[in-house]
C-alpha cells in the first residue's frame, strides 16, 4: 500500500506540534519543531485568519500523519466509525488507535511509529502467539502481543529492549517489560489521544 515517504519533521512543523515520527529525536534539541516553529514552505508577510474548515482540514491532516495512513484508509476508517451505533468519534479513536503498528509503538517495542510499522512488516510481531504482519491489523481486548522467538535474539530487539520503558504505557494496555510481551486490556477511550488529535473536528470535517 501506497504511503507518505518525505521528511518526517515538515510533517510536524505542518501541524506545528510534535507527532513523535522520529523516535529520540523529537526529544532533543535537534527537533524540528523546536529549532524552527514556522511552517515550510515560504512564509507570507501577512498571515491570513485560518477559516474553521481550515482548522479542520488541519486536525484530519495531522490525524493522517501521527498514525502514517492516506487519505483513502483514513476515509474507510470514518466511514466505518460513522456506521457504528456508538459515538463516531470515540469508534474512530479506537480503530486509530487499534493497529498493530500503533500498538507496538504504545508499548514502546519501537521508537516511532515508522520503526513500529517496518519490525511488523518484516514480522517480527506476534498476536497471540502467531506471526502477523500486517501494519492495519485491529487488535481487540484479550490479544497478546510479542516478539517472534528467533527475533528476540537479534541485535536490535536486544538494544530495544534494554530501553523500555522509555514512556508511559496507556492504561487500555498492559506490558511485562521482563518478557517483552503486551496484552490489550480494554478498548482504548478518546482520553488516550488527548493533544495529539480532536476527533470532533475531524468528525466536523467530514460531515460538511
Sequence with gaps: MARYTGPDCRLCR?????????????????????????????????????SDRGLQLREKQKAKAAYGVLERQFRGYFDRARKNPLATGQVLVQLLERRLDNV???????????????LVRHGHVTVGGKK?????????PGDAIGWKPS?????????????????????????????????????PKVEAVEGL???????????K
Excluded: N
Design 197 to 207: 488529535v480532536e476527533p470532533r473536528m475531524i468528525i466536523e470535517f467530514y460531515s
Design 104 to 118: 507496538v509503538f504504545r508499548l514502546d517495542f519501537a521508537e516511532s511509529r515508522d520503526q513500529a510499522r517496518q
Design 14 to 50: 505542518r501541524a506545528g506540534v510534535k507527532l513523535f515520527l522520529k523516535g529520540e529525536k523529537c526529544f532533543g534539541p535537534r527537533c524540528a519543531v523546536e529549532r524552527r516553529h514556522s511552517p515550510p514552505g515560504q512564509i507570507a508577510q501577512r498571515r491570513r485568519r485560518v
Design 151 to 187: 527475533s528476540q535474539d537479534k541485535e536490535f530487539c536486544k538494544a530495544l529492549a534494554a530501553g523500555i520503558p522509555r514512556k508511559a504505557v496507556p492504561g487500555w494496555l498492559s506490558l511485562e517489560a521482563s518478557t517483552l510481551t503486551g496484552r490489550v486490556v480494554d478498548l
Design 132 to 140: 502477523v504482519d500486517i501494519p492495519s491489523y485491529m487488535v481487540k
